[in-house]
């Protein structure tokens, strides 16, 4: 067995998503839009109606299209702010 058989991961210093986990991304852009401008840029039903965290964050896990979504806009936001 070799020495380095549990490398350590690598560094991805121009991937802003690296690190951040899908609830403190959503934290962020609702503190960044609202939830009322959050769900007109990204029509989804979590964002626009009774929204939650919760329940957002459930309804990413489960649905990957609008996962990537979500995160697009946060790359897309952190390069403007």
Do not use: C
């Amino acid at each position: 067995m070799e020495k380095n058989a549990h490398k350590t991961p690598e560094k991805q210093p121009n991937n802003p998503l690296h690190g951040k986990t899908l609830e403190a991304i959503l934290v962020y852009l609702v503190s960044y839009y609202g939830w009322d401008e959050l769900g007109d840029i990204i029509h989804i039903n979590s964002f626009r109606n009774n929204p939650s965290l919760k329940s957002s964050l459930k309804f990413l896990r489960k649905t990957p299209w609008a996962r990537e979504k979500v995160e697009q806009l946060y790359v897309e936001t952190v390069k403007k702010a």
